[in-house]
């Protein structure tokens, strides 16, 4: 007797579609909601006389917190499903954006951006869930067109400035509030898991050792530490830079740097779709040899068309970088582990974004000038690509 295989909706290419493009937009809210204090770092700085430390401090925050998160959520991902987390972690990230509204002093500041950290979290969620969709063949390309969700921090270093400037400086967050009440609900009304998809088994502290023990996790935290580092990094501390070094506007130095973000994000998937065709390797070490030299010029605070360039080429670099990582991750980790492996390559990642900005605020306090950090992220770039070109454990 022959038995036929039941086609259902969920296993077509519009089930894939759909929970594509629900991941995409649900991290993009998210990401929106992690960046809402960098755009207004500015205007925190005057109203509240804080030092260029003590901004930096206030824009970094959300990133460490977002970035530990990311070990937790990636473990209950490959527990629960990618569907129940992402849900729960879209509405819990109402509380902190509503709280923020309207928190007036800087302690009040930094607790609620330690709350919003978890925000940024969910990338963590979101490489598990689209990879259980996609065969190892296309998972570059998707995780890719997922991490264009990073397109979150460009739209709010577009929107945030303008709707605190035409509406009122609560009005962001509450925008924000509701467009994550809006993501959660639609993850818990069509959002499902991929068909066979079962939950892993084993307790999150063996499955994290695990992940964390495979050479390809440790090699690939380190690469996405430079690459996703240097994206967050500029994406929340590039307008303090472009008001102190080239006396920018505050709304010009936050349009600026969206554009750096958007570049970076338009550029992940096409990083992921290059590592499909011709190796993850090849693709990271063309981008950090890109990095190193871009880094380079701009520390030396060009002319504006020349310093545009320099970071523009940059952005789309750490975005090819950005989407070789987990199309690597996706082939090389095996699939009831690659939450917990995108857990600590993306806690890697964000705390690559962390320390930056902690450094360069320093720097430019003790010396007036951001040469001697740029110059440091040239001399981590050339490392990580002789690293790359000479030793990186994959193709």
Do not use: H
């Amino acid at each position: 007797m022959t038995t036929v295989k039941k086609i259902t909706p969920l296993t077509t290419k519009g089930g894939r579609t759909t929970a594509l493009v629900l991941a995409t937009a649900a991290f993009a809210v998210n990401f929106w909601a992690w960046a809402l204090l960098s755009p207004l770092g500015p205007t925190y700085k005057e109203l509240l006389g804080l030092s260029p430390l003590a901004v930096s401090v206030l824009v970094a925050v959300p990133v460490i917190v977002g970035s530990l998160g990311r070990i937790v959520l990636g473990g209950l991902t490959d527990r629960y499903g990618g569907r129940a987390v992402f849900a729960v972690a879209s509405l819990l990230g109402v509380v902190p954006v509503v709280f923020l509204a309207f928190a007036q002093s800087y302690p009040t500041l930094l607790i609620g951006g330690l709350l919003l950290g978890m925000t940024g979290a969910t990338f963590a969620i979101g490489v598990p869930y689209v990879n259980a969709w996609f065969p190892p063949e296309r998972r570059g390309l998707a995780l890719g067109i997922f991490g264009m969700g990073n397109i979150g921090t460009a739209v709010s270093g577009f929107a945030t400035p303008w709707l605190a400037t035409e509406f009122g400086r609560r009005v962001p967050f509450f925008v924000v509030a509701v467009a994550l009440v809006a993501v959660g609900l639609a993850f818990l009304a069509v959002g499902r898991n991929a068909p066979g998809a079962a939950g892993a088994a084993e307790p999150f502290l063996t499955r994290f050792l695990a992940a964390a023990r495979l050479r390809i996790t440790r090699e690939l935290a380190g690469m996405y530490a430079i690459t996703f580092g240097g994206f967050v990094a500029f994406g929340v501390y590039l307008p303090l830079y472009l008001k102190a070094a080239y006396g920018l506007s505050t709304a010009d130095a936050a349009a600026r740097a969206a554009g750096f973000v958007l570049l970076a994000t338009l550029a992940r998937p096409v990083g992921g779709w290059l590592a499909d065709r011709i190796g993850g390797r090849l693709v990271l070490s063309g981008a950090l040899g890109t990095v190193f030299v871009c880094a380079i010029i701009v520390s030396f605070s060009p002319v504006m068309p020349l310093a545009t360039v320099g970071f523009l080429t940059m952005a789309a670099a750490l975005g090819l970088g950005n989407g070789a990582v987990f199309a690597v991750l996706g082939k090389a980790v095996p699939a009831r582990m690659v939450g917990s492996a995108t857990g600590v390559v993306g806690a890697a990642g964000g705390l690559g974004g962390f320390l930056p900005p902690i450094v360069m605020g320093l720097i430019y306090q003790a010396t007036g000038s951001y040469a001697i950090g740029l110059m440091l992220l040239a001399a981590v770039a050339l490392a990580a690509f002789v690293y790359c070109w000479f030793v990186l454990s994959v193709a």
